[in-house]
């Protein structure tokens, strides 16, 4: 069974610190990798994609890297704002057909 | 990117009805889903809306419970059918422009509340 697993559940950090969020994976036969964040009673928001071809993406103070034989993928957030507070969520894209969803980890970035 | 809409945004029901949801793409989009988002948890996919065809479902999904049209490329609905207060629940939207390597984009989400 394809499965995702985020850990930690839950993360609260003070404004300017550097966090890691991580993403598991079972099955390394992945097309591609997505990182989302959804803010309370709202849609998804796509933040990086990453190819399976691919080792990582950036964009702006976010950058998610992707490790596809040991299943793995983190997200790193620099100099964390209060604005960065949400749930990500990390996608898994099996065979460009199938969507597996990981439980989400959820960010509180104090002031 | 792609702009994607959803009706309604949410609704109240009764149990024992129905209800449509509408999701509307600002341009053609190859593939569609629809997801459901429990209270507190992740998203779990419920089809895969095709065009011109039956939807594909998941393990636990059935098209009499959950049917799902896709007349065009750039529009779908997903009803649900006799409802009960477990169906209570974010439904969500999402599409992807190219084929399967490509970003996924979410629609707002319909919430449903069924009494």
């Known amino acids: 069974k394809q499965e995702v697993t985020q850990i930690p559940a839950a993360l609260s950090v003070p404004e300017g610190e550097n966090l890691v969020l991580n993403c598991s994976f079972t099955d390394s036969a992945i097309y591609n990798l997505q990182w989302f964040r959804q803010d309370p009673g709202k849609g998804l928001t796509s933040l990086l994609l990453?190819?399976?071809?691919?080792r990582e993406q950036t964009s702006g103070r976010l950058n998610a890297s992707l490790d596809k034989s040991s299943g793995r993928s983190t997200l790193y957030i620099a100099a964390s704002q209060p604005g960065d507070s949400a749930t990500y969520l990390c996608?898994?894209?099996?065979?460009?057909?199938?969507?597996?969803f990981g439980p989400g980890t959820r960010l509180s970035v104090l002031p | 990117s792609a702009v994607i809409s959803q009706k309604p945004s949410r609704d109240i029901c009764q149990r024992g009805t129905s209800l449509t949801i509408q999701c509307q793409v600002d341009s053609q989009v190859t593939m569609m889903f629809w997801y459901r988002q429990q209270p507190g948890q992740s998203l779990t996919l419920i089809a895969t809306?095709?065009?011109?065809?039956?939807?594909?479902?998941e393990s636990g999904f059935v098209i009499d419970k959950f049917p799902i049209s896709r007349p065009n490329l750039t529009f779908s609905t997903l009803t649900v059918s006799n409802m009960s207060p477990e169906d209570s629940s974010i439904y969500l939207c999402?599409?992807?422009?190219?084929?399967?390597?490509?970003?996924?984009?979410f629609g707002p989400g319909t919430r449903l509340t069924v009494l």
């Open positions: 990453i190819q399976s071809s691919q």
């Open positions: 809306a095709n065009q011109g065809s039956e939807a594909t479902y």
């Open positions: 996608a898994v894209n099996y065979y460009g057909q199938n969507f597996v």
């Open positions: 999402s599409v992807v422009r190219g084929q399967g390597a490509d970003t996924q984009y």
